[in-house]
């Protein structure tokens, strides 16, 4: 593979990762698990689960709060044509509320998290294979 | 059109649009109004403005004297044809009425960012290459910290807008 194919990898990979949060902070879950590979394997926020049914039912957490998954420093290494991973930082900022009438107040972001991604190209394109996380900082809510 | 196109047109889109805040957070608004289409839209923080000139005052009016950064992450360009696309991100934006960056020694004190907003643009491409023609921000997450003076100065202009619209 020369470098050329490396990069278009790393850039439809890092446009996965970012469609993906835009899904799940506009509560468009049906959209962000046709990111995942149908037999995605999920191991964040303490929770680990198999399958796009069961990542799905985990997104009812987000109910009654507004989430922004602040997604930076995203690093692909193609493995080969067809597999790649991912590390980035996930900057979460999570209150409760909406922001309907005017924005939701807070301070700062709820955690700050390393995350990493595996992805595998199919007949729909790249598709989030696994998901892990690393906690690094997390705000003290008394 | 194939991926390969489009992700050229993914690439030029962000490239406008972190040229764009570079040149706002550096007080070169001429350079960042001239990203915009003439008849371009704005509303951003609360904020009406229409075309290229009542953007570039805005800009002028509502953040020389200050220090603002905006820190544009999760950008995700939709490809609509040869000529148009669209864009999604999120502003994190960092911001101090008390001095301008470019007037003091050091860092500024802060608290952390000023609001979280999401980010949706507009883009058409020209005999100049891409330009926004619209840009709209809504306020998601936003400290008790420093009111923007683009806000006040709009305010007086007659030209806010409803957040919730």
């Not at chain 2, 649009?17 to 923080?45: G, I, N, P, S």
């Amino acid at each position: 593979m020369d470098r050329e194919q490396e990069r278009e990898i790393e850039w439809d990979c890092q446009k996965v990762l970012r469609q993906y949060y835009h899904h799940v902070d506009q509560r468009e879950y049906d959209e962000a698990v046709l990111l995942f590979t149908p037999d995605v394997h999920w191991v964040v926020m303490g929770l680990d689960l198999h399958g796009r049914e069961a990542v799905r039912g985990s997104f009812g957490g987000l109910a009654d709060s507004t989430i922004r998954h602040v997604l930076t420093n995203t690093v692909v290494t193609v493995i080969d044509e067809n597999n790649a991973e991912t590390i980035s930082y996930n900057s979460i900022y999570c209150e409760k509320g909406f922001p309907d009438d005017r924005p939701i107040p807070f301070k700062a972001p709820d955690r700050l998290g390393t995350q990493h991604a595996k992805l595998k190209r199919t007949d729909e394109g790249w598709r989030i294979s696994e998901r892990g996380s690393s906690p690094g900082f997390k705000q003290d809510r008394g | 059109m194939d991926r390969q196109q489009e992700r050229l047109i993914e690439w030029a889109c962000q490239k406008v649009m972190r040229q764009y805040y570079k040149h706002v957070d550096q007080y070169e608004y001429e350079d960042a109004a001239a990203l915009f289409t003439e008849d371009a839209t704005w509303k951003v923080m609360g904020v009406d403005l229409k075309g290229r000139d009542q953007i570039l005052k805005g800009l002028y009016e509502g953040l020389q004297s200050g220090t603002i950064r905006h820190v544009l992450t999760n950008t995700v360009v939709t490809v609509i044809d040869d000529d148009h696309a669209e864009a999604r991100s999120y502003n994190n934006i960092y911001y101090s009425p008390r001095a301008r960056s470019d007037a003091v020694e050091g860092a500024l004190p802060f608290d952390g960012p000023n609001r979280i907003s999401d980010h949706y643009a507009s883009f058409a491409r020209t005999d100049e290459g891409w330009k926004m023609s619209r840009r709209v921000g809504r306020v998601i997450f936003r400290s008790k910290g420093e009111e923007l003076a683009l806000e006040t100065w709009a305010g007086k202009e007659g030209l806010l807008l409803d957040q919730s619209s």
